[in-house]
């Protein structure tokens, strides 16, 4: 299971109560990971600006996060826009279409120390999106495992924040079925499609997707699938195979 695969730092997510754990326990599983740096940003409630969470970004950057134009500029986050999985700094061209200020901000990212990373989306209900990102000084090679674990850590983090803030609540044990919705939902395809791929009426699509959404309680899908995967029902392996 993922959650053990990430070592011991990532199991101390269960008892990682005040915002101090949570942090020292976010920079130890990123360590693990290989990164020098990792910031948690979520969209302010008008939709329009960044705030920052928590990071360990060098300072010049990290106060940059609070600039509203951090929001437009960073292609990542552009990247990903209706998404569930990670999407790999070095892969944004292959999903946006890149402008002067992108690039611009690629180069000042860079000369902060923050070379290369990925950046994974979160959806957590009661919160608007955020945004989870691991970083290095060094040049870093994509890999599959690291997007899978970086899935889980994204999920993980703003659960336990959210559960900081409300408490917790499960909505129940998923089906073999609304795994295999999920897992198609996560990776950005509509109803219609997902019917196809599953040899599925659309309509049983979109009830099962309704009782989902219902279920946990969730503004988007979204949200469903990044609480799915913070529980261990929804295993990032199955999303990215």
């Known amino acids: 299971m993922l959650r053990s ?3 011991r730092h990532i199991e101390s997510i269960e008892t990682a109560i005040t915002p101090n754990e949570l942090q020292e326990t976010i920079e130890q599983a990123a360590g693990e990971l290989g990164f020098d740096y990792w910031a948690l940003t979520q969209l302010s409630r008008d939709g329009l600006s960044m705030q ?3 990071t360990n970004y060098p300072a010049a950057w990290a106060e940059r996060l609070r600039d509203r134009s951090y929001f437009l500029c960073d292609p990542a986050i552009k990247a990903c826009e209706g998404r569930a999985l990670p999407i790999w700094w070095s892969d944004v061209g292959d999903f946006v279409k890149m402008d002067v200020r992108h690039y611009s ?4 990212r860079s000369l902060t120390g923050l070379v290369s990373g ?3 989306p ?3 209900p009661g ?6 990102s691991l970083a290095s000084g ?5 890999s599959r495992p690291i997007e899978e674990r970086a899935m889980y850590l994204a999920a993980w983090s703003m659960e336990q924040i959210r559960t900081i803030a409300h408490g917790d609540d499960e909505d129940g044990p998923t089906s ?3 795994k295999l919705v999920l897992k198609y939902t996560a990776r950005g395809y509509g109803p219609a499609a997902i019917a196809v791929h599953l040899r599925m009426r659309t309509e049983e699509v979109r009830s099962i997707l309704t009782q989902l959404q219902r279920k946990g309680r969730a503004a988007s899908l979204l949200e469903v699938v990044a609480r799915k995967i913070h529980h261990g029902e929804l295993l990032t392996t199955e999303i990215l195979s």
């Open 118 to 120: 990925l950046t994974a």
């Open 122 to 124: 979160w959806h957590v």
């Open 105 to 108: 901000f690629v180069s000042a």
């Open 127 to 132: 919160f608007p999106p955020g945004y989870f």
């Open 176 to 178: 073999a079925e609304e």
């Open 5 to 7: 695969e990430m070592g």
């Open 138 to 142: 060094q040049h870093f090679l994509p």
């Open 52 to 54: 920052l969470q928590l």
